[in-house]
């Protein structure tokens, strides 16, 4: 399954794009508007981008009374990001929010204050507050991502999806001010691959949640490695601002991976980077073939 | 919109700035004052463009290396290849009794194709050093300032329906002193579509994404 990444599209303006995805995961609602945060707001590095975009949104009361009506209109199941600034704001969305495929509580944005609540006691006040599927989005700034994940699984989320950007800081190459208005952005794009990698892999072996992976994400080869190393789903990000194309090309080209391992289905690819050598062996026919042949 | 990929027909040294004349294939080069994102090499993000010139089977982008993608671009020669993805945003309305074109330094790069869609109009041109204003030489018709002068000083008088393309504080000059302007901004951008929010700009008290409802924005009076 391949969806975007929370923020990196807009299902509206690039209705082909969203309808290219297995689902639409919509730009993080607040309970308010939000205007986001001032220009400059992207700024590209040698190993991903920065951006410092803010949580701009249109706010609950006019996201469901406009845009979600634009957004079912497309045919496209939809997971819809929560936002908030403490536990009852996330709640209250979730309440007001229902016909969606799925809810994805964004517990991590770099880009604005954290709540005083942590992860598990908002995902708790929202297990209360909606029957749909419930879904944490971590941030993998964390030494305990591991522990994170199973509070979130114990105080009742269905899924983890990992994972955020990571903060960091680009200087102009020549006054060496911040680029960003903000100083500070969300860094995503290549450098987080290995980043995504460790917290999916750290999640899989910490609980039995399904998971989005996340990250860098760019070809069919780097979806793998991300179900491989837990992943059920992966959500593309930054390759989308590149190439609106992405979707159909990644889909593409891991289904050519899957068959080059003799695998059938991304489901049989899910963890396999935590089986033993032999386990691993028996099930990659491909590979194991390959080995016997050079050894 | 469409991605393609094509290849570069000839990159022509203007001042400072490079011509980039790449085939046209399939492409619609849109209204002047729309823009293409054009694959930077080696770099993560494509970067956006307006188009410069459109003649038959080509599209020409006038490029400032200010930074590594567009020096990218820069460097491309004949044959090389990348991706082209629009064309994008709103252009130009074409739709004015007088005209007067106005840019700024790389600003002036939707000015050409603007100009023969207008049946070349007169234009003010500024810019920041003579190299630079070798530029000037793509807009027909063009009367050309150099700093310390500026474009708001070189109006001819009367009163015009003003089309500008250029820095924020020549934009911001232009719509103190005219009463009717269509203005094309620019804000640094990843997608070019409307999907990563990195181009709005506050204008007038409201926020706009630049590559979806701008760039080019009327200006109130």
């Given at each position: 399954m391949i969806l975007n990444a929370s923020g990196c599209l807009d299902a509206v303006a690039a209705p082909d794009v969203a309808r290219s995805l297995d689902a639409f995961v919509t730009k993080t609602v607040t309970p308010l508007p939000r205007a986001g945060n001032a220009p400059v707001r992207i700024a590209e590095t040698d190993v991903g981008m920065l951006n410092s975009i803010g949580l701009a949104n249109p706010g609950r009361d006019a996201f469901v009374a406009e845009t979600l009506p634009r957004l079912r209109a497309l045919?496209?199941?939809l997971w819809v990001s929560v936002g908030g600034f403490a536990a009852d704001e996330y709640a209250e969305t979730c309440a007001a929010l229902e016909d969606v495929a799925a809810l994805e509580l964004n517990l991590s944005c770099p880009n604005v204050d954290d709540a005083p609540e942590t992860a598990a006691e908002i995902v708790a006040a929202c297990r209360a507050a909606t029957e749909l599927p419930l879904y944490a989005k971590l941030s993998p700034a964390t030494w305990d991502l591991g522990e994170v994940a199973r509070a979130v699984a114990d105080a009742g989320a269905d899924g983890l999806s990992l994972v955020n950007t990571i903060r960091g800081l680009a200087l102009d190459e020549r006054t060496l001010r911040p680029r960003l208005g903000a100083a500070v952005g969300g860094l995503s794009g290549p450098a987080l691959k290995p980043v995504a990698l460790a917290a999916v892999y750290t999640c899989y072996r910490s609980t039995a949640l399904p998971i989005v992976g996340m990250g860098g994400v760019r070809t069919g080869r780097d979806a793998l490695e991300l179900v491989a190393a837990g992943a059920s789903a992966v959500a593309l990000g930054t390759v989308l601002f590149a190439n609106p194309e992405a979707p159909a090309r990644v889909r593409r080209e891991l289904r050519q991976e899957l068959h080059a391992l003799g695998l059938g289905s991304v489901e049989d690819a899910v963890?396999?980077?935590?089986?033993?050598?032999e386990t691993l062996k028996r099930s990659l026919s491909f590979v194991g073939e390959k080995a016997l042949q050079s050894g | 919109m469409r991605r393609e990929r094509r290849s570069v027909v000839a990159a022509e040294a203007v001042g400072p700035y490079t011509l980039l004349r790449v085939e046209r294939g399939g492409l619609d080069p849109g209204v002047p004052g729309q823009f293409f994102m054009l694959e930077a090499p080696g770099r993560l993000l494509p970067r956006p463009f307006s188009v410069c010139l459109?003649?038959?089977?080509?599209?020409?982008?006038?490029?400032d290396p200010i930074g590594p993608g567009t020096r990218a671009l820069c460097a491309l020669g004949r044959g090389d290849e990348l991706h082209l993805l629009g064309p994008l945003g709103n252009g130009f309305r074409l739709?004015?009794?007088?005209?007067?074109?106005?840019?700024?330094?790389?600003?002036?790069?939707?000015?050409?194709?603007?100009?023969?869609?207008?049946?070349?109009?007169?234009a003010v041109v500024g810019f920041r050093s003579?190299?630079?204003?070798?530029?000037a030489a793509l807009v027909p018709n063009a009367e050309v300032v150099l700093e310390p002068a500026y474009v708001t000083d070189a109006r001819p008088p009367g009163e015009w329906d003003v089309l500008a393309c250029g820095p924020e504080p020549m934009l911001e000059a232009l719509r103190a002193v005219v009463a009717r302007a269509q203005l094309a901004w620019e804000a640094p951008m990843a997608c070019g579509y409307g999907a990563c929010h990195g181009c709005a700009v506050e204008l007038d008290g409201e926020?706009?994404?630049?590559?979806?409802?701008?760039?080019v924005l009327e200006a109130a009076a």
């Open positions: 045919g496209v199941p963890g396999i980077a935590h089986e033993d050598a | 459109a003649p038959p089977g080509e599209l020409a982008f006038l490029v739709d004015v009794r007088r005209p007067l074109l106005v840019g700024g330094g790389i600003g002036v790069a939707p000015l050409p194709y603007l100009s023969e869609a207008l049946g070349r109009p007169p003579a190299e630079h204003a070798q530029a926020w706009k994404r630049l590559c979806v409802e701008g760039p």
